[in-house]
């Protein structure tokens, strides 16, 4: 029986793998799949304005220390130089060829502490690297995501994290606010109040008009989202359910999940021996209309993620 993923192709083509994987559709975990319609709920995000629930979707990494921001120099694309306190960056790993990993994005909540909220491929690059690299002043956790099927299990997280998005996604955020709020520039972070309680901002956008990701401590879910329903429903707010949810993402051009290209090249095969055999890498559908016997061929580069 494979031990890690590199076990498993040594016995078979990552092609056949991955094609061949049990693991099923792709599923927004917890949110339900629709609030009212997924005709309305698409539209909602266009014409008036929506509640996303991205609590449960995506892996949190922590990380802590002096070293943090020289590990995400050392396997990020993009530069860190003016990476200040309350903003955030898109984060995007590539292998030693060039080639895409995973995205996602990088908050930077004090001196020396970021989160890093995505997808496993780049959450796990993350954690490869923090515990291999030799970074002497740093502290690195993980909050995975919600399983896709908790079977009546009771499920939580560390954050809970929305958006409201939309036209008139201000108009409900400065109600929640009691009076106006400084539309910071893109990606800024601050914080505000929501029915009482403390949420961190970040400034965000949607179909050409601002909006806001907010977080907290996920003891206070429930408590702001219905506080956040109530606010918009004058604005013609809708909470969207896991159905809509990802149609959005064509409109920006973004790829939300590319193929991570670690399954070829020797530079890697220290993260396919340290990756397990039930990893996403090890696990995941790959589909379409698309085939071919090279696994290369659906790599992707920087460029190609819009």
């Known amino acids: 029986m494979a031990n ?4 498993l ?3 078979t083509n990552a ?10 559709s792709y599923i927004y975990p917890v949110v339900p799949a629709d609030f009212a319609n997924w005709i309305k709920e698409q539209k909602a995000w266009r014409d008036t304005a929506v509640l996303y629930d991205q609590s449960h979707h995506m892996d949190n990494v922590f990380l802590k220390g002096s070293d943090a921001i020289k590990l995400i120099s050392d396997t990020a694309i993009n530069s860190v130089a003016n990476f200040a306190v309350n903003k955030a960056k898109q984060y995007v790993p590539t292998t030693a060829a060039g080639h895409v990993i995973g995205d996602g994005i990088l908050f930077r909540e004090a001196e020396d ?9 780049a959450s796990n690059w993350l954690l490869y690297h923090g515990e291999t690299g030799g970074y002497s002043n740093l502290d690195i956790t993980v909050d995975r995501r919600s399983p896709s099927r908790p079977y009546g299990h009771a499920v939580s997280r560390n954050y809970y994290r929305f958006q409201i998005q939309g036209p008139n996604a201000w108009a409900v955020i400065e109600k929640l606010n009691g009076g106006p709020l400084e539309k910071l520039g893109f990606f800024n972070m601050s ?3 929501i ?6 901002t970040l400034r965000h956008g949607m179909a050409g008009a601002p909006g806001l990701e907010i977080w907290g401590p996920y003891a206070d879910h429930d408590h702001v989202h219905a506080a956040i329903v109530e606010a918009g429903k004058e604005f013609g707010l809708l909470p969207v359910g896991s159905r809509a949810y990802p149609s959005n993402t064509l409109e920006s051009g ?3 999940s590319p193929l991570p290209a670690i399954y070829t090249g020797e530079a890697e ?3 396919r021996e340290w990756l397990p055999a039930g990893s996403y890498e090890a696990t995941q559908a790959l589909s379409g209309s698309f085939v071919s016997d090279n696994i290369e061929d659906y790599y992707t580069n920087p460029g190609d993620l819009g």
């Not at 029915?195 to 961190?200: E, H, I, Y």
């Open 269 to 271: 095969r220290g993260y």
């Open 15 to 24: 092609v056949e793998l991955l094609r061949n994987s049990q693991i099923g």
């Open 191 to 193: 914080t505000m109040k």
């Open 254 to 256: 973004w790829i939300p």
């Open 113 to 121: 502490e970021y989160v890093y909220v995505g997808r496993a491929p």
């Open 4 to 7: 890690n993923l590199q076990e």
């Open 195 to 200: 029915a009482g309680k403390d949420v961190r």
């Open 9 to 11: 192709l040594d016995g």
